[in-house]
């Protein structure tokens, strides 16, 4: 079966009937329907569906060699720097119509298992069925499009030992039991973005580097169905207040809902697991298979999407203000297109300094890439100030539609037009401008941004560990001072 359509993504989610858990109650009837998942599935759905388009096939699709079918782009292995073009296009025309406000559409996941798949061959120095069973899923989620959650972190309780009464116990998620059919998982993750709205999760909690052990019921990587027995998805509070584009531009389309996953002794089929026990080897995994230069690669072309769109949207409210010729305004503006084109750079050196790794895969710079996820924390907030300081008052008096409906809408149209707009235009503007700096949608995505890949010392120190080229300089130094 090839790439799939937005009608087929609706039919396979609500066909999962899985557990899902919103404000105390549990979900029933279809889930494409529910007011706090419509929207994003609704969009999700189309961007399967530009898939389905002849204007965008060619760029979003590649011939599968197992079947000759079409499947989706992402899911493509770069082998040339070539692959990775071809690659970046596939992601940069997804990451261009959600405007990079999608942290997890599909070709995230899909570039992810890309990544551990293209390594799977280490993970027969632990047993080669792992080894099969991983290339097996990845082809199954290639040739099917299956959408793909994630669970990585596990929360703070599970961080640490409780004691009570006297009695400790260890919460971090583990394997409590396994026989001929699996293992048999209980615990809990958090942040599974999308968990609701895709119809597998793949399972890989964070590994200590530090003693390693070879027996580790806390070590362990697969992936299962949604809707497999004791699978429980509790979801945060919905962003989404109403379906109105002029109210909530933002939240009513891009509303990736996140979730706490309950795992109550689910039993994981052992054709789905694709390593347990090994703490070294699951490190090991994720650095040799270039996960984090492969996955940051698309992330960086969301993050350019994202601030294109963000300074779009600034330079349209200095248009309605009237502010264009201040020149702190200016300044202000000068600071994100620096910031924007110090992405777009970093892109290009990304993909031209790329090397094959060990395992055939064309891997964009680590050296770029990684610093490229130092730079995206720091530059978001400060855009999303910009944007506050700059909006003022204006990003409070945001009527709403159905006021400019009502018999009050003359007072609007009168106090509230802009320099060179209408009053229902400067407020549709600065309703935008307002769910992306001040709503509660603008807060999730700003907290998301600061921490994608961790907080400042995980990235930072994944950076100092990872760059290559420190002791060449110091050996440059050091040349220098004997003369």
């Known amino acids: 079966m090839p790439f799939k359509t937005g009608e087929q993504y ?6 999962l009937q899985h557990n899902v858990w919103f404000r105390g109650e549990p979900v029933t009837g279809n889930i ?17 569906d530009m898939q389905n388009d002849k204007a965008y096939q060619e760029k979003l699709t590649f011939t599968s060699e197992a079947t000759g079918d079409l499947v989706g782009l992402s899911f493509l292995q770069p082998k040339t720097k070539k692959d990775l073009a071809k690659r970046r296009e596939m992601m940069r025309l997804w990451a261009d119509y959600h ?56 929360p703070q309780a599970s961080r640490y030992v409780n004691i009570n009464d006297g009695v400790e116990e260890n919460l971090a998620a583990k394997v409590v039991d396994q026989n001929k059919d699996g293992i048999v998982v209980t615990g809990a993750f958090l942040m599974a973005t999308q968990g609701v709205t ?58 990736e809902m996140d979730t706490l996953v309950i795992f109550d002794q689910v039993l994981v089929p052992w054709d789905r697991v694709f390593l347990y026990g090994h703490e070294d080897l699951a490190h090991r995994f994720v650095i040799e298979s270039g996960f984090h230069a492969h996955v940051s690669h698309q992330l960086l072309c969301k ?7 963000l300074l779009g949207t600034i330079e349209y409210m200095v248009e309605t203000s009237g502010m264009s010729n201040y020149p702190h305004v200016r300044e202000k503006i000068a600071e994100i297109i620096v910031g924007l084109e110090t992405l777009k750079s970093m892109l290009i050196a990304a993909e031209m300094n790329a090397k094959i790794d060990k395992f055939g895969s064309m891997v964009p710079s680590k050296n770029t890439i990684l610093a490229a996820n130092v730079l995206y924390p720091e530059l978001y907030p400060r855009i999303i100030e910009i944007i506050q300081l700059l909006g003022g008052s204006s990003l409070v008096m945001i009527p ?44 999730r995505e700003t907290l998301y941004e600061r921490f994608f890949f961790g907080n400042k010392s995980s990235i930072t120190s994944r950076l100092y560990e990872g760059y290559m080229g420190r002791e060449k300089y110091i050996q440059k130094v050091k040349h220098f001072l004997q003369g």
């Open 10 to 15: 609706r039919e396979r989610l609500d066909r």
């Open 99 to 154: 405007h990079g406000f999608l942290g997890r559409s599909p070709d995230y996941m899909n570039t992810s298992i890309m990544a551990f798949y293209s390594a799977s061959d280490l993970l027969s120095e632990l047993d080669p069925q792992y080894s099969d069973n991983l290339k097996k899923y990845f082809e199954y989620c290639r040739e099917h499009d299956i959408t793909l959650s994630h669970a990585f972190i596990q």
């Open 400 to 443: 709403s539609e159905k006021d400019f409906e009502s018999d009050i809408a003359p007072y609007l149209n009168k106090y509230l037009k802009g320099m060179q707009s209408d009053a229902k235009e400067k407020v549709k503007l600065f309703r935008l401008a307002w769910e992306i700096s001040a709503g509660s949608f603008g807060g």
């Open 198 to 255: 895709a119809e597998e999760i793949f399972v890989f909690p964070p590994v200590s580097t530090l003693l390693p052990e070879t027996d580790s019921p806390y070590t362990f990587v697969f992936a299962v169905p949604n809707n497999l027995p004791g699978l429980k998805f509790i979801c945060r509070e919905s962003l989404v207040q109403g379906d109105s584009a002029f109210d909530f531009p933002l939240s009513s389309k891009y509303e």
């Open 303 to 309: 993050n350019i999407a994202k601030t294109e769109f």
């Open 32 to 48: 494409t329907e529910h007011l706090a998942f419509r929207g994003l599935v609704s969009f999700q759905a189309s961007l399967y």
